[in-house]
């Protein structure tokens, strides 16, 4: 199976649990789960913004960091930035939180409500250069469609 059909079948199954669930740290432990044991990453999880830090939500994999300050890290900077940040060597990366040794990769996607970002979709890998515009394109639907708060009023 392709890495697109994967996330196709990933989206339909997204849109079932979030048709059957609108609390919003159920739903994101069942998409950390699903995104973790769809495609194999390493780490799959989420962060929520608490004043000004992110702090650990659901997530699939070790043991991880629980707090992160706005403009620290990949996380932060993708807060900071408003934007998804891929980052194909995490140890090339100014500032980089190393939770674990053993993540190489990693992709952040923002989660935004009018405007600001309220939670990020944080994936690690243990390989180099994992992910791409695929990735992106993807987890980037996933989180606009189904785990902001727009769209869960409009389920």
């Given at each position: 199976m392709t890495k697109e059909e994967k996330y196709e079948n990933l989206l339909a199954q997204v849109k079932a649990f979030a048709d059957a669930e609108n609390d919003e740290i159920a739903l994101m432990a069942n998409v950390a789960a699903l995104i973790h044991e769809t495609m194999g990453?390493?780490?799959?999880g989420f962060y929520r913004v608490v004043g000004q830090e992110l702090v650990l939500g659901p997530f699939q994999g070790p043991v991880a960091c629980t707090r992160i300050k706005f403009g620290r890290g990949v996380c932060g900077t993708a807060w900071k930035e408003k934007r998804t940040i891929i980052v194909d060597d995490v140890e090339q990366f100014?500032?980089?939180?190393?939770c674990s040794s053993a993540s190489k990769s990693e992709i952040v996607v923002p989660i935004f409500s009018d405007g600001n970002v309220i939670a990020e979709l944080d994936i690690d890998s243990e390989k180099l250069s994992t992910f791409?515009?695929?990735d992106k394109n993807y987890l980037e639907k996933i989180t606009m469609l189904y785990l902001s708060p727009k769209s869960m009023v409009l389920r």
């Open positions: 990453f390493w780490w799959t100014p500032g980089h939180i190393a791409d515009k695929i």
